[in-house]
């Protein structure tokens, strides 16, 4: 069974920063697209990031210029560096595979930015 810890999140002023980070003990880690993706409350899921085992990188257009993903799989793990936070990404935030589900969903790891 697969478990993936998401973190990073956390209570931040508009147009701060924070750095998520996923680790997910999943065998040949770097062979997948990941994704981070989030969820609002009353809102479906949605994809925030995405790359692939080549590092190609897409993002949603409301977080372009200031979300970025990265990758090491060296420690079988995703990242998402946040900058210029808006209320509006408040969201619970989570990583799995960008086509489709490798693993159970996680936790999740909360992002609420507000004043």
């Known amino acids: 069974q697969v478990q993936v810890v998401e973190s990073g999140g956390g209570l931040v002023q508009p147009g701060g920063s924070l750095r998520l980070s996923c680790t997910a003990s999943?065998?040949?880690?770097?062979?997948?697209?990941l994704a981070w993706y989030r969820q609002a409350p009353g809102k479906q899921r949605e994809l925030v990031a995405s790359?692939?085992?080549?590092?190609?990188?897409n993002y949603l257009d409301s977080v372009k210029g200031r979300f970025t993903i990265s990758r090491d799989n060296a420690k079988n793990s995703v990242y998402l560096q946040m900058n210029n936070l808006k209320p509006e990404d408040t969201a619970v935030y989570y990583c799995?595979?960008?086509?489709?589900?490798?693993?159970?969903w996680g936790q999740g790891t909360q992002v609420t930015v507000s004043s």
């Open positions: 799995n595979g960008a086509q489709s589900p490798i693993w159970a």
């Open positions: 999943v065998r040949f880690f770097s062979l997948y697209s």
């Open positions: 790359i692939t085992r080549v590092d190609i990188t």
